[in-house]
């Protein structure tokens, strides 16, 4: 079935530092991968998404380029600020089958910047 | 446009008592999903609805969960009799998926149900 690991966290960073968190992913076909990003006490939001290989997605300096050859989605910014202190989780979405739309997420890397 | 709303927003009770959780979903918004978050864990699909119709219940513990959607809108969630092991926050989720539109549609999730059980 479907899968996704992330790197192990919490990541603790200083302000203005580069970030990246590693996904890799198993799936049948050609997935979707996303980006969601849980702020503390708030629900789960789209950061951004790549639907085929090489695509990247981008968004608020967030960056994810989908690799088929390697099977992964890691995110990066080049300069992180305390604001983007949150949990942040990778997804995918198979098409078709009996689950359509279903998304699989990994278990979340907590993501902690200090001033 | 208003987002998912859920409630309540937490919840504590004792094991083998019961508890629903109430969402109601995006205006517009066919498809309708309940994941469990286990802390430290990432988001677990329960059900998943396509208007009021089971397309997806393959891991809801079906001799304690249960979910309705009448009328293809509000969804319920029930656990009856709740168990430690069900602590975790509940998240609805809603999008436009299979009305049309691309498998990739974004999901919008509410802020969830933290439910302790004691």
């Known amino acids: 079935g479907d899968s996704v690991t992330q790197m192990e966290g919490p990541v603790t960073l200083s302000e203005e530092a580069f970030l990246t968190i590693n996904c890799t992913y198993t799936?049948?076909?050609?997935?979707?991968l996303f980006w969601y990003v849980q702020y503390p006490g708030e629900g789960l939001q789209l950061l951004l998404k790549?639907?085929?290989?090489?695509d990247k997605g981008s968004n608020k300096g967030f960056e994810a380029t989908y690799r088929k050859e390697t099977t992964s989605f890691h995110l990066e910014k080049g300069s992180v600020q305390v604001s983007d202190s949150a949990v942040y989780f990778c997804?995918?979405?198979?098409?078709?089958?009996?689950?359509?739309?279903?998304?699989?997420f990994g278990q979340g890397t907590i993501l902690t910047v200090h001033p | 446009e208003a987002g998912v709303a859920q409630s309540p927003r937490y919840k504590i009770i004792e094991k083998r008592q019961s508890v629903a959780f109430w969402c109601n979903p995006i205006s517009g918004h066919a498809t309708l999903y309940w994941y469990q978050q286990i802390l430290g864990q990432g988001p677990k699909l329960l059900i998943q609805f396509q208007n009021n119709g089971v397309v997806d219940d393959s891991q809801l513990p079906k001799d304690r969960f249960s979910a309705e959607r009448l009328k293809g809108v509000d969804s319920t969630l029930k656990i009856q009799p709740a168990k430690l092991e069900d602590s975790a926050v509940y998240l609805c989720?809603?999008?436009?998926?299979?009305?049309?539109?691309?498998?990739?549609?974004?999901?919008?999730f509410g802020n969830g149900t933290r439910l302790t059980v004691t």
């Open positions: 799936a049948t076909g050609y997935p979707s």
């Open positions: 989720a809603s999008s436009l998926r299979g009305q049309g539109s691309s498998y990739n549609s974004p999901l919008h």
């Open positions: 790549a639907t085929k290989a090489d």
């Open positions: 997804a995918l979405s198979s098409a078709g089958g009996t689950s359509y739309g279903k998304l699989t």
